[in-house]
């Protein structure tokens, strides 16, 4: 296992952790001062900045991407809403490949109209279908760009807004459907938030291998959590075992960053310096 | 499948859902009064009433109990707590025993001190193992008084806190490695809004068949849900498909109660009439 106690080579940064403080510009070069050299920017980011500065800069600064936040939200109410997923999911393939990412991270949908707290259905069982369909069409894309789709099983309590997969196991049954020869082209990424509970996180860890972990992503439980989507906590403050976990994906042949993506109304509050910091000094003696 | 929408015989009421408008004998009388044949009350709603004067309200309006609520809480930080919790099970199945329940419910508990924020450690595989250590002492004293023991898996958003057995397969792993011969000692409490969200949900109630099958809970998921214990929904004001759940436990053989378990400040803020009324009229039109 990595020794990651004496410097920060494997953080990479979720740039969601900073989105209340800074545009992207700055977080990339906040993160560049710190000699981090590996950041994960969200869509709106990019698109506030511009895309090609945005790779102008990246080239400029050395950093690189760990993933690209994110496609997916395949389920729609009708074939017109379908098609349009497809074609949003085509544009941020593009986008990944333009910031030369190593990965798409696919946040697959749920419920059409849940986010808005007003479903259209309730049948999961056809979002599933629809998100099976959706990864299979977008794969077929990204394999002609030579893009990696990594699917992001999502916490259960997010299951009815934001993602319809919510085991790593799910994750994999559908990757050894869609890319039975573990080509590399289809994966996960594990984000401890969301799998840490799970009693076959090890075991799954494990069949997933080399050629299925795209990302691992940290940040910690709080007890108590107080919002199911804006109170995550930085990696030591809950109860989460990141370095048993890292253990786990490294002895799979896991070699990639630690990203740390932190949703947090009091992170955000914070000074984006404190954050920055403290995320290098828990990575060393945390993750 | 039985019909339900002209009746409610097969309504059964968890008193916590009124736990606070009423005392229990008030919750007992006004469940009386409309023809509401089961109740699964808490031990300290029972404590507070009294557990002679609750079996002979019980006897005099002719309610049985779906279940009683709750044992559990196995893990400790050392060996005199986890004495004190087997004691205390034995406590909770004499009583169960005294109101004629036909099971006690589990809920087996994870990292202690998490429930006051304070977790003491987070090694929940060691938690795990205390429970499956503490579900096997506890079953032979059940045995021997006839008292069915059903784990309830809770959602994976309270396993820090509260249970560590997070999904109906590995509820039934346990049921399995410690009542192979299915004798009816062991089983299940399967509560729609800690499981709903399980891509083996279908699957898993059919392996747990009629032995296993000792409860069925119903509310609903909200969309947004805003609190992590206590916004649960009514039966029709979410997303969770509840016929086609109940669908999948009858055709695995269970022909019991559909035990309402609503846990809402929302709820608990109107009057206990109402709160009734309703689950009567959802009970034929939802569940």
Redesign the interface.
């Known amino acids: 296992m990595r020794d990651f106690s004496h410097g920060h080579e494997w953080l990479a940064i979720n740039t969601a952790t900073l989105r209340k403080q800074w545009r992207l510009d700055r977080i990339i070069d906040e993160c560049a001062r710190r000699d981090i050299r590996a950041i994960a920017p969200w869509r709106d980011q990019v698109a506030a900045v511009g895309l090609a500065a945005v790779a102008r800069q990246l080239r400029d600064t050395g950093l690189v991407l760990s993933g690209y936040c994110r496609g997916g939200f395949f389920p729609a109410a009708d074939a017109a809403g379908l098609a349009a997923a497809l074609d949003d999911n085509r544009r941020a393939i593009d986008e990944a490949c333009a910031l030369a990412s190593p990965c798409l991270v696919l946040v697959v949908g749920s419920?059409p109209g849940?986010?808005d707290?007003k479903?259209v259905h309730?049948?999961?069982a056809r979002a599933?279908g629809e998100v099976r369909d959706g990864i299979a069409a977008t794969l077929a894309y990204a394999r002609g760009v030579g893009m990696p789709l990594a699917i992001e099983p999502l916490?259960?309590?997010q299951?009815?807004?934001r993602a319809?997969i919510?085991?790593l196991e799910?994750a994999l049954d559908l990757c050894d459907e869609l890319d039975a020869e573990r080509t590399g082209a289809l994966g996960v990424a594990v984000d401890m938030y969301h799998v840490?509970?799970?009693?076959k996180l090890a075991q799954q860890i494990a069949r997933a291998g080399r050629e299925r972990l795209l990302a691992f992503h940290v940040c910690d439980?709080l007890?108590?959590?107080r919002d199911?989507l804006n109170d995550r906590g930085m990696m030591g403050d809950?109860?989460?075992?990141l370095r048993k976990a890292r253990g786990c994906m490294e002895a799979a042949g896991y070699a990639g960053y630690a990203e740390v993506e932190i949703f947090s109304d009091d992170w955000w509050s914070r000074p984006g310096e404190e954050v920055l910091d403290t995320c290098i000094a828990r990575h060393r003696s945390v993750v």
């Not at 840490?196 to 009693?199: F, T």
């Not at 809950?238 to 075992?241: N, S």
């Open positions: 419920l849940a986010l707290g479903a309730r049948d999961i599933r916490h259960p309590m299951a009815a807004e319809c919510n085991t799910q840490w509970w799970d009693p439980w007890t108590p959590t199911l809950g109860v989460i075992e």
